[in-house]
């Protein structure tokens, strides 16, 4: 069992930057690919980043590319995703979530495990 905590979350100007990280629980969290997904109100969960076990790859939603990078350091159990450039768009709740078999169908949702309990970014016009 995994334990995922998102932080990090928060109101921000348009154009404006944060910093999300996803804490997890364990010694097994070099063996799980990692991503990033949102839901805002109405709206179905969506794709936004995700990095393979050693970091070496990583996978953005078209929307996110060149605004979002997505990271890992598996010495501290911490996934983060960076948003730069943020638009009110882009206000949702924002989840981690870890991908035990590593299916490698990075932007499914079905294809994660454990996900974590969500944090709120809101992005003022």
């Known amino acids: 069992q995994v334990q995922l905590v998102e932080s990090g979350g928060g109101l921000v100007q348009a154009g404006g930057s944060l910093r999300l990280a996803c804490a997890t629980s364990?010694?097994?969290?070099?063996?799980?690919?990692m991503g990033w997904f949102r839901q805002a109100p109405g709206k179905e969960r969506e794709f936004v980043a995700a990095?393979?076990?050693?970091?070496?790859?990583?996978y953005y939603a078209d929307s996110m590319k060149g605004r979002f990078t997505i990271s890992r350091d598996n010495a501290k159990n911490t996934v983060y995703l960076q948003m730069n450039s943020l638009k009110p768009e882009d206000t949702a709740v924002y989840y981690c979530?870890?991908?035990?078999?590593?299916?490698?169908?990075?932007?499914?949702?079905?294809?994660?495990?454990?996900w974590g309990q969500g944090t709120q970014v809101t992005v003022s016009s």
């Open positions: 979530a870890a991908d035990r078999d590593h299916s490698g169908r990075y932007s499914s949702k079905e294809a994660y495990d454990y």
């Open positions: 364990g010694r097994t969290f070099s063996r799980y690919a």
């Open positions: 990095i393979t076990r050693s970091g070496g790859y990583t």
